[in-house]
């Protein structure tokens, strides 16, 4: 059975495993070496398997771009919300082609989750231009200019659907996150996965949903690493709160934290 057939739920934990493994592998376009694509801020041409991994590159057709370890760690989080009995739903915010969201309803499907929701957060339209007046750490940034980061909603509902995962439990939330943010259809998170690559469209969401994430639950900052802004707004937001949650690394991009 092709992964786009799945039965839902898996009941056999083996089988349960291979699914997922076989839909991060398609997710990331590993399972056939999906090339990079060509016109992006990174150096990787071709495909390489070590890029990939690490999330390095823009794959031409793949339906994420964050790699096999974080795509992995988004995974092992959402089943641990799911197995240690911490409650509330799935969100990303930013989203791209949705390959990561996907694999967040896929996980609940395998699982027979029925009572928690993934929430598919973007402009759909690329990044902001930086508000360098609100935001002076955004002062340079040309991610906006970046056509191939704006994805329509309406293609990435297309790529939910082609795993048979588009149903109730998907909720797209479409607009900047300085509207969008207060208005997630949500009162309680498990698990937090930011994507905005921007200060501003990081300390957004952590402004806005980390008091609704449960006690136990996980936020994951997709660019700490990668984007000094992002990392700027991720201990802006700490110190505003007075707190020090452990980050713990995931890869040389991405680190996660739990409440």
């Known amino acids: 059975m092709s992964i786009q057939q799945q039965r839902f739920p898996i009941e056999n934990e083996a089988e349960r495993r291979k699914y997922l ?93 029925r009572d928690r929701k993934v929430i598919v957060a973007d402009s759909f339209e690329g990044l902001p231009p930086p508000n360098a007046t609100a935001w002076p750490a955004d002062h340079g940034s040309r991610l906006h200019e970046y056509s191939d980061l704006a994805v329509p909603l309406e293609q990435v509902q297309a790529n939910f659907r082609k795993f048979g995962l588009l149903d109730e439990q998907v909720v797209f939330l479409k607009g900047w996150f300085r509207d969008t943010m207060p208005t997630v259809p949500s009162e309680q998170l498990a698990v937090i996965r930011l994507d905005g690559d921007m200060y501003e469209s990081t300390i957004d969401p952590l402004t806005h949903l980390y008091d609704r994430l449960s006690p136990g639950g996980w936020v994951i900052v997709d660019d700490y690493w990668a984007v000094e802004a992002c990392r700027l707004a991720v201990h802006d937001f700490f110190a505003q709160r007075g707190i020090e949650p452990k980050l713990r690394q995931i890869d040389a991009i991405g680190v996660y934290f739990r409440k």
Do not use: C
């Open 21 to 113: 493994l076989d839909l991060e592998a398609t997710l990331t376009g590993t399972d056939i070496q999906d090339p990079a694509l060509p016109s992006t801020p990174m150096s990787v041409r071709g495909f390489d398997a070590k890029a990939r991994e690490s999330g390095l590159d823009w794959p031409t057709t793949a339906l994420t771009m964050v790699g096999s370890r974080r795509l992995r760690n988004f995974r092992r989080v959402i089943e641990y919300a799911v197995t240690g009995g911490i409650p509330g739903d799935i969100i990303e915010t930013g989203v791209w082609r949705g390959g990561a969201s996907i694999l967040a309803r896929a996980v609940l499907a395998a699982h027979g989750v």
